[in-house]
DNA sequence: GATGAATGAGGCTTCATTCAT
DNA sequence: AATGAATGAAGCCTCATTCAT
């Protein structure tokens, strides 16, 4: 699919296998506590106990590094998506039974991810590249569970069942993000309860599939 | 409502009136422009033709100026949601059609202002005022379209109409700031089509509020 | 004697009387209450409630200000001396009694002043003129108190009664400056008991001008 | 005794040691040349020939390295106290011989250090740090001396030998630190003769010791 | 004369990146 | 390859002084 560039310098070698490793998952959890705007290459350093000289040695710049962060983020995150679809596929579950299961293993995912995902929005909005890969990502994912959805076409009653999928998918996607504070509008957030949430997401949904738009004349 | 405070120190000469408008122009134009991680107060200077010491004169800190240019932007969006809503009530519309006009007025209300939100909320991941004036701001004025919209509550099946109404419409909002890139993880945004996305949420909406949970057994 | 130069520009206007005197006072008053290092002139104009154009009407610089402060401290502070020294003279003590009395007038003295004076060092730091003002001064004032225990030459048994005189009270007078913290040095200062201090540079310093350099043989 | 924080970033390179003593003795220099006020590290990297972000690298901030100028200088002059005792000590003087023998070579002491100890003062008004280390050491400093006069206890007539000699020892200190300057209100200072005072101090300092109040009385 | 807005040099500090060892 | 010291541009902010009104 996207062929993701290779932001290391070098290819591995063997014994620095261990502090490349090091490097990273400081690197993460750094732009997790710390956020983008805090993060820096000397504290990364520090707790990394790899040099800046070292860091420099493997990657273009600083911009480079978050960047593999990022790739290995989500792709662990599309691997465990994909788990989860296959899971969720097995169980040949009804329209109204798969609705609430899909938002509420996709919900339970971005939540899981939340705390790097964040940062790396803050991101977006100065690195192209992070974004575009973001962008492309989150499409294909996204793309992944509505297919799973779209298994039970013949449930929904929409007169474009891809079509409507496609949309309520993206607005349930929205309403997620902004819960997790994956948005920097929301503010808003936090008030509600995220069991709540999910339950109410799912009759939305299904109030929309299971509709039809000539319910809604007169 | 909320008592603004006053980041300015209040100018008594008149000539400055001039300047100090060039000013937060410049200074808001260039926020928008650049995002609040590339917005300098030199460039403010340059662009305003205005002297470092003089915005220093004006504001404490570069905080307090941004957090003036806040206020004043939530303001207007504040005259301007009052003025929306006047209008949409005069009408005195049925559900069917006030939920689509509310959407699209508050979509594009949003859409106007998107420009200066945006940085907005980057700023609120740093500054804890302009975090808690954004957050009750906005909770204020989706109440009032909320309340907009409970003037129908008639027409609403679902068994608790204002705690749907309150759902639905945070759920809308988070569809719309994301489609406008309000949020940070909004990646995926900018694919569809704003008409489309405007009358795809009015008929979530729609079947939501004019569907029951008993619909949905079976 | 120091025909002390007007640091003042114009003249006193009638109405303009006591926006000098605020003026003034307001300095003052920062000047001890901030230090020198953080007494600015905007400051000053709020609180004396007169514009910076106006100080700058009066006063060549920040610098000239703050020696008219000094004048006037330094001044009042003479005439206090003057009258003090009046009074002990009138009472015609003996050695014995004189030299406390002198030493706890000086100190009272210094003591009261010391808000003003300690501010007035730093400056000397760093501005010539406050400096050899100060100096001057303090060595007028010095020399008032030592002629007044001078007047008790006959009771002195030292070889060089003026010599004696002169050196003790420097002595006495670094040890009183000390003391208030009118040295920078003065770290070590606030352990003991003013009156004690007193006390113990009465003793000190009738010691030595009742004692003769031969008692100090064998 | 005080253990003393280490404010350096210790360089775990070799080719630092010479720029680090360039870096301490070009600021040593300028706090002693410029005095507080004016010392900023524009002109320590300048003079230094090392780069405001090297400073930075070692340093926390312009407090820190002040603070560890102000550690080198006491603990230097804490050894030179030391030797300086030592040697007195063995030389087993009688009080007569001893007095002037501590005050000389005390005076000395603090001569040779007054470069730097004045503007340390002048920093005790801005950084508790500062003050607070330079109060312990003048402390303890000046108790080692009183220790040594102390081994005279014997010779000495105050009832209360220990008061008397802790007394009179901070007065000489006062008036010695007076004359190089190391207090503010030292505009007075200078005018005499250095080998003079010394000798004053003697004799006052004898005459006290070898003093009894009862002496003064009638 | 008075007012106070405007100026701008200069101080401290941060941090991505380079480079000698 | 690794190390970490060195660099310096760039940001924020202060405050004495000037100057238009």
């Given at each position: 699919?996207?062929?993701?560039k290779s932001y290391l ?5 063997n014994r620095s296998k ?132 779209l298994e039970c076409k ?65």
């Amino acid at each position: 699919m996207t062929t993701p560039k290779s932001y290391l310098k070098e290819p591995k070698q063997n014994r620095s296998k261990a502090s490349l490793e090091r490097l990273l998952s400081a690197a993460s959890e750094l732009l997790i506590e710390k956020g983008y705007k805090d993060f820096t290459l000397q504290e990364v350093s520090k707790r990394a106990k790899v040099s800046i000289g070292s860091i420099y040695n493997r990657f273009k710049s600083k911009e480079d590094l978050i960047r593999l962060i990022q790739q290995r983020a989500l792709e662990s995150l599309e691997v465990e998506s994909a788990m989860v679809i296959t899971r969720i596929r097995r169980k040949q579950l009804k329209l109204r039974l798969l609705v609430p299961e899909v938002i509420a293993e996709y919900g339970n995912l971005l939540n899981k991810y939340k705390g790097i995902l964040r940062p790396l929005m803050e991101v977006s909005a100065v690195d192209e590249v992070v974004l575009a890969y973001g962008k492309t990502h989150a499409a294909q994912n996204i793309a992944d569970f509505i297919q799973l959805l779209l298994e039970c076409k013949d449930e929904i009653s929409q007169p474009a069942p891809e079509r409507a999928v496609d949309h309520i998918f993206k607005v349930v996607y929205a309403a997620l993000a902004r819960y997790l504070g994956l948005g920097i509008m929301d503010n808003v957030s936090g008030e509600g309860d995220w069991e709540e949430l999910l339950d109410d997401l799912s009759q939305i949904t299904l109030h929309y599939l299971l509709g039809h738009p000539d319910n809604l004349k007169e």
